[in-house]
């Protein structure tokens, strides 16, 4: 009954499984609990898993390791509950985090392929093997279909985008950076250490004279490091950038155009879990070596164990107060009380992809919607579904008669919830104590309850969902979904209540903007999805004025209503602070169709970008 409880939970059971995953794994290939101990605590404590929890999904890794030790258990006696095994690791995997699902599918083949071949007693004994396991993975991808399908879903409407090499490219791990303190972090200081200890005792070695010690019977070293070395390789990404503008093609490329859903990944730079996964299983095998008779083993192992805690979190990491309880849960209790059904949007919301305090407190709307379980129309999520652009640009404008009617007539609303002390000095000027067309029905301190007095006019919520499942070719207004053609194209933006100057503080400004419709076209804008809606965005020029600088994309602002023709419109855009140096820059506003590269107008007008703390300045015009 309580997610926070459930979210600590989780967090005992995918740290300790995970430390028991690869606690077994090399167990089973040493014979020595002091290197198993030290391996599961190496993968398990590292400053990245300490810092993902807001992302628990990267936290539940233990079936990597008893996918790798079912592989070896079936090419050592060849029992089929070992398949089961092999098989059961790879579909929980993908159920635990759908990045290392798509991770150790790539990459397990690879294990499988080496150590086939290193328990093999004849030169085609590893076939016969290899393909049973082959098989199994594709049963294993066979089983997670139902649970693909609404990825599948999410594709076909665009919630779930497929990210250009370009953008992926981004997000790529050049090789050199595994010689940084970016590696310590993902791979942990023990596995790194132990690392770098056996290429001294193997350099020691060699130097000396000596002869290496021959690897156990069946040690799973060189499959390890093959399947590592094409982590770290799919971690590049598309291309290996190198100086002077060379350009590499990587295998990355053809997962992306073969793999189904691989295009989806826009973070390649996490096969380095794999990297740091492997790693720690050789500081086991590590370990092993340098102590496997040595009476001080337990003290040692205990030693790396307490540096691993301290190296993971030096200190207790930062949280913040969930408030599900006290004054603050106060607001929630009520809703749960309420009979009947009906919807819950919280002010201030997101009211753009770019609004980084707005997403935290749509996370905190989140987390309070477990106390009353009512749909909210705000959140946040890395894949906002094809409707948010849609609802986002009413609740932009709340709360204003046209906003809320066109929230009521597509949407169960029944609640806002109204926090005054969120509200910045220009959002609390437009909600006045007694807001039009909202009935106050409870307050909480400084949060208060509103329920809309307007009742559906357009019962649109049917087109809504014919327009998600990309069967609707006009807008909810009626007016043709395709690209306007060049005589509807004319049209200006005639004005803009643009801010004079802005801040590094990552608050969206909100700018009412007005445009014009010239042509004797409808200009379709009331598209759920938003393919071929004409609506209004904006760059971001420096001052050096290189108009084609790579900048952050703003996502295209929706106007409220259809356009008519030879007529005006109002709209707005939540400007978001450029990414640069101080200075004055340039902001244009662009006036454009979604799908067409060309705007139909632009506006430009400069902005004087402050560093934080700098006074305030008079406009240059």
Same mark, same amino acid.
């Given at each position: 009954?309580?997610?926070?409880?459930?979210?600590?939970?989780?967090?005992?059971?995918?740290?300790?499984?995970?430390?028991?995953?690869?606690?077994?794994?090399?167990?089973?290939?040493?014979?020595?609990?002091?290197?198993?101990?030290?391996?599961?605590?190496?993968?398990?404590?590292?400053?990245?898993?300490?810092?993902?929890?807001?992302?628990?999904?990267?936290?539940?890794?233990?079936?990597?390791?008893?996918?790798?030790?079912?592989?070896?258990?079936?090419?050592?006696?060849?029992?089929?509950?070992?398949?089961?095994?092999?098989?059961?690791?790879?579909?929980?995997? =993908?159920?635990?985090?759908?990045?290392?699902?798509?991770?150790?599918?790539?990459?397990?083949?690879?294990?499988?392929?080496?150590?086939?071949?290193?328990?093999?007693?004849?030169?085609?004994?590893?076939?016969?093997?290899?393909?049973?396991?082959?098989?199994?993975?594709?049963?294993?991808?066979?089983?997670?279909?139902?649970?693909?399908?609404?990825?599948?879903?999410?594709?076909?409407?665009?919630?779930?985008?497929?990210?250009?090499?370009?953008?992926?490219?981004?997000?790529?791990?050049?090789?050199?950076?595994?010689?940084?303190?970016?590696?310590?972090?993902?791979?942990?200081?023990?596995?790194?250490?132990?690392?770098?200890?056996?290429?001294?005792?193997?350099?020691?070695?060699?130097?000396?004279?000596?002869?290496?010690?021959?690897?156990?019977?069946?040690?799973?070293?060189?499959?390890?490091?093959?399947?590592?070395?094409?982590?770290?390789?799919?971690?590049?990404?598309?291309?290996?950038?190198?100086?002077?503008?060379?350009?590499?093609?990587?295998?990355?490329?053809?997962?992306?155009?073969?793999?189904?859903?691989?295009?989806?990944?826009?973070?390649?730079?996490?096969?380095?879990?794999?990297?740091?996964?492997?790693?720690?299983?050789?500081?086991?095998?590590?370990?092993?070596?340098?102590?496997?008779?040595?009476?001080?083993?337990?003290?040692?192992?205990?030693?790396?164990?307490?540096?691993?805690?301290?190296?993971?979190?030096?200190?207790?990491?930062?949280?913040?107060?969930?408030?599900?309880?006290?004054?603050?849960?106060?607001?929630?209790?009520?809703?749960?009380?309420?009979?009947?059904?009906?919807?819950?949007?919280?002010?201030?919301?997101?009211?753009?992809?770019?609004?980084?305090?707005?997403?935290?407190?749509?996370?905190?709307?989140?987390?309070?919607?477990?106390?009353?379980?009512?749909?909210?129309?705000?959140?946040?999520?890395?894949?906002?579904?094809?409707?948010?652009?849609?609802?986002?640009?009413?609740?932009?404008?709340?709360?204003?008669?046209? =906003?809320?009617?066109?929230?009521?007539?597509?949407?169960?609303?029944?609640?806002?919830?109204?926090?005054?002390?969120?509200?910045?000095?220009?959002?609390?000027?437009?909600?006045?104590?007694?807001?039009?067309?909202?009935?106050?029905?409870?307050?909480?301190?400084?949060?208060?309850?509103?329920?809309?007095?307007?009742?559906?006019?357009?019962?649109?919520?049917?087109?809504?969902?014919?327009?998600?499942?990309?069967?609707?070719?006009?807008?909810?207004?009626?007016?043709?979904?395709?690209?306007?053609?060049?005589?509807?194209?004319?049209?200006?933006?005639?004005?803009?209540?643009?801010?004079?100057?802005?801040?590094?503080?990552?608050?969206?400004?909100?700018?009412?903007?007005?445009?014009?419709?010239?042509?004797?076209?409808?200009?379709?804008?009331?598209?759920?999805?938003?393919?071929?809606?004409?609506?209004?965005?904006?760059?971001?020029?420096?001052?050096?004025?290189?108009?084609?600088?790579?900048?952050?994309?703003?996502?295209?602002?929706?106007?409220?209503?259809?356009?008519?023709?030879?007529?005006?419109?109002?709209?707005?855009?939540?400007?978001?602070?450029?990414?640069?140096?101080?200075?004055?820059?340039?902001?244009?506003?662009?006036?454009?169709?979604?799908?067409?590269?060309?705007?139909?107008?632009?506006?430009?007008?400069?902005?004087?970008?402050?560093?934080?703390?700098?006074?305030?300045?008079?406009?240059?015009?």
């Amino acid at each position: 009954g309580n997610v926070l409880t459930m979210l600590k939970a989780y967090l005992v059971e995918t740290f300790a499984l995970s430390g028991l995953g690869m606690f077994l794994y090399v167990r089973h290939h040493t014979k020595n609990a002091w290197a198993a101990f030290v391996a599961g605590a190496a993968f398990t404590f590292t400053p990245f898993r300490a810092e993902t929890v807001p992302q628990p999904q990267y936290l539940g890794l233990a079936f990597v390791p008893l996918a790798l030790l079912s592989v070896d258990l079936y090419l050592e006696d060849r029992r089929r509950r070992w398949l089961v095994s092999f098989g059961a690791s790879l579909v929980l995997q =993908a159920l635990s985090c759908v990045y290392v699902g798509f991770f150790i599918f790539a990459l397990t083949p690879v294990y499988v392929l080496v150590r086939a071949i290193q328990l093999s007693t004849s030169s085609r004994g590893w076939v016969a093997p290899t393909t049973t396991l082959a098989a199994t993975m594709v049963a294993s991808a066979i089983v997670l279909i139902p649970a693909a399908l609404p990825y599948l879903g999410g594709r076909s409407e665009g919630s779930i985008p497929d990210y250009d090499l370009a953008y992926v490219q981004i997000a790529g791990w050049a090789p050199w950076r595994y010689f940084s303190s970016e590696f310590v972090w993902r791979a942990g200081i023990v596995a790194v250490l132990l690392f770098a200890v056996d290429l001294a005792a193997r350099a020691w070695r060699r130097w000396a004279v000596e002869a290496d010690s021959a690897p156990r019977r069946g040690a799973p070293t060189v499959a390890l490091w093959a399947m590592m070395a094409c982590a770290a390789i799919l971690a590049v990404g598309p291309y290996l950038l190198l100086p002077g503008g060379l350009q590499i093609p990587m295998p990355y490329v053809a997962l992306y155009e073969i793999v189904p859903g691989f295009s989806s990944i826009r973070v390649p730079s996490r096969f380095v879990i794999i990297v740091a996964a492997g790693l720690a299983a050789l500081g086991g095998f590590t370990f092993d070596r340098l102590s496997s008779r040595a009476a001080y083993a337990p003290l040692a192992a205990g030693t790396l164990f307490v540096l691993t805690l301290f190296g993971t979190t030096p200190e207790p990491r930062p949280v913040m107060a969930a408030n599900l309880h006290g004054p603050p849960a106060a607001p929630y209790h009520w809703l749960a009380d309420q009979p009947g059904p009906g919807a819950v949007l919280e002010i201030p919301a997101q009211t753009s992809e770019m609004d980084a305090i707005e997403n935290l407190r749509s996370s905190r709307y989140m987390v309070a919607s477990s106390l009353h379980w009512r749909p909210l129309l705000n959140g946040y999520t890395a894949y906002p579904p094809s409707s948010a652009g849609f609802f986002a640009a009413a609740i932009r404008e709340l709360p204003s008669q046209e =906003a809320l009617q066109l929230l009521v007539d597509t949407t169960d609303l029944r609640w806002i919830l109204l926090h005054r002390d969120a509200l910045t000095d220009a959002e609390a000027a437009r909600w006045p104590t007694r807001p039009p067309d909202l009935e106050r029905v409870a307050r909480f301190g400084d949060t208060e309850i509103f329920t809309p007095k307007l009742t559906r006019s357009r019962d649109w919520r049917d087109s809504i969902l014919a327009h998600l499942g990309g069967e609707s070719t006009a807008t909810l207004e009626g007016s043709p979904l395709r690209p306007l053609p060049e005589e509807c194209r004319r049209g200006a933006i005639v004005d803009a209540d643009l801010p004079s100057e802005i801040g590094p503080i990552p608050l969206p400004r909100f700018a009412r903007v007005r445009i014009r419709n010239d042509s004797d076209c409808v200009w379709p804008a009331t598209g759920v999805v938003g393919r071929n809606v004409v609506g209004v965005d904006y760059r971001w020029i420096p001052p050096e004025g290189h108009d084609e600088a790579f900048l952050i994309p703003v996502p295209l602002f929706r106007l409220l209503a259809d356009v008519e023709p030879h007529s005006e419109a109002d709209g707005a855009v939540m400007v978001t602070p450029p990414h640069g140096q101080p200075g004055e820059w340039t902001i244009e506003l662009r006036l454009l169709q979604e799908g067409s590269p060309e705007p139909i107008a632009t506006l430009r007008d400069r902005v004087v970008f402050r560093q934080a703390g700098t006074p305030r300045k008079s406009r240059q015009r």
